[in-house]
């Protein structure tokens, strides 16, 4: 299988090298976990020579013997080497029951640096404090960006590429497969397994059915404004009653497994969190053609899904923005950072490029504006507000400034 370098994930994990926390690495199913943690060991073998490895994979059935945490414990614990640096590093470490036990006991040794990898179900981030009493330190990963993409297929047409990758999305094992179908396939079965397995596990899911049209149902709806009773009330017509609290909790489920993310509404007159309805955002928009088809193509509303996920991995909060009944796509906050932002597909249309610059130049603060949208062209300024190209800000890592401050998005 052909592999690229992921270096903002591996810088990210060689910065925190030696510190004491204990090194998750999260995201979607088939994301890149397991990858990434061969990359770090990759890269400590090469440049600290002498130091101790310990490396365990439990789905390898070399390891199977290890599921067990006190066992798992003393085989880690008989590899350790005094005269030299330790580390642990364990891949899908809840196939071993009880493993925060071991995990938690070896940190408190403080003779190891610790990393591990697990089923996003599993491995919460609203779980992590619980389960280790250890300092944690969370290192999510999407599925691949824009840029990896090119990077992968070396393609220096943004244009072209970009035409692909809507079609066919960051999930990088789906690149093996020749043809579109069977690409799709495989983002099905990923999915599935996801939904089926992982959430069914974790949370005894009995009603898989009501699971499967919800998770449809929000793939659907992606970029749209959406509240638990309007998805309650639209899959019970025909079939029986739906509880909307029955519908948040799946959701919440959907949301903590990385399928789907949540992105809370804020009132920017008034400064403050709105309660009532948010976005969702899937995790690769691939998944929706795998699912649903390419029946009822929204490109702009998929475009918003891409530049939600790639704000994501800026290291931006991201906010949908309401001021005077109008809505603002984003509003991204990074430390005393704000951007508002505008997502469009297609702004050639005169009436189009108004209504999407309208909501932006009535925000009164100096912040930065930014509209997003498939122009095709070099990116120029409208009254304060730079217009850019999607695939063009896209390809970018994030380094050109807007207006000359020193935001970097």
């Known amino acids: 299988m052909k592999l690229i370098d992921r270096e903002s994930y591996l810088n990210r994990l060689i910065s925190l090298k030696g510190t004491p926390d204990i090194k998750v690495i999260t995201g979607v199913r088939r994301s890149g976990k397991s990858k990434l943690l061969e990359e770090y060991i990759g890269w400590i073998e090469e440049n600290e020579l002498g130091s101790n490895i310990i490396y365990i994979d439990l789905t390898n059935l070399k390891f199977e013997g290890l599921k067990e945490y006190h066992v798992l414990n003393d085989y880690i614990e008989d590899r350790y080497d005094k005269k030299k640096e330790n580390y642990v590093f364990i891949d899908e470490v809840q196939m071993c029951e ?14 190891y640096d610790i990393c591990v990898t697990g089923s996003n ?34 393609m220096t047409d943004i244009q072209t590429a970009f035409d692909r990758y809507m079609k066919e999305g960051g999930m990088s094992g789906s ?43 929000m793939m659907d709806n992606i970029s749209n404004l959406t509240s638990l009773r309007k998805i309650a009330d639209t899959l019970t017509k025909n079939v029986n009653r739906i509880n909307h609290k029955t519908v948040g909790s799946y ?23 709105l309660a009532s309805s948010e976005k969702y955002y ?14 009822n193509l929204d490109y702009g509303r998929v475009i918003e899904n891409i530049v939600a996920l790639e704000l994501m991995r800026r290291g931006y909060e991201i ?34 490029f108004a209504r999407e610059v309208d909501s932006l130049l009535k925000i009164k603060d ?9 122009t095709r062209h070099e990116q120029y300024q409208y009254e304060g507000i730079r217009v850019i190209d999607v695939a063009e800000w896209l390809s970018n890592t994030g380094t050109r400034y807007i207006n000359g401050s020193n935001s970097k998005i």
């Open 319 to 352: 906010y949908v923005g309401v001021l005077y009944k109008k809505e603002i796509d984003f509003v991204v906050v990074k430390q005393n950072e704000k951007i508002y932002i505008q997502v469009s597909d297609d702004i050639s249309n005169e009436k189009t």
């Open 282 to 295: 899937l995790s690769d928009h691939a998944f929706r053609y795998a699912k649903l088809g390419t029946r």
């Open 98 to 111: 009880q493993f925060e036990l071991t995990i938690n006991s070896l940190y408190s040794t403080e003779k």
């Open 366 to 374: 100096a912040y930065p504006k930014l509209l997003i949208a498939r």
């Open 121 to 154: 179900a599993f491995l919460l981030s609203s779980d992590l404090a619980t389960l280790f009493t250890g300092r944690t330190y969370e290192i999510e990963i999407f599925p691949f960006s824009f840029s990896e993409y090119l990077r992968y297929y070396k």
């Open 175 to 217: 690149y093996l497969y020749k043809n579109q179908e069977d690409k799709y396939k495989y983002l099905a079965d990923i999915f599935d397994t996801l939904i089926l397995r992982d959430i069914r596990q974790k949370y005894k899911i009995r009603n898989i059915v009501l699971m499967d049209k919800i998770a449809e149902f």
């Open 251 to 273: 959701l919440d489920y959907l949301c903590n497994a990385f399928a789907f993310y949540k992105v809370r509404r804020y009132d920017i007159r008034g400064k403050k969190y």
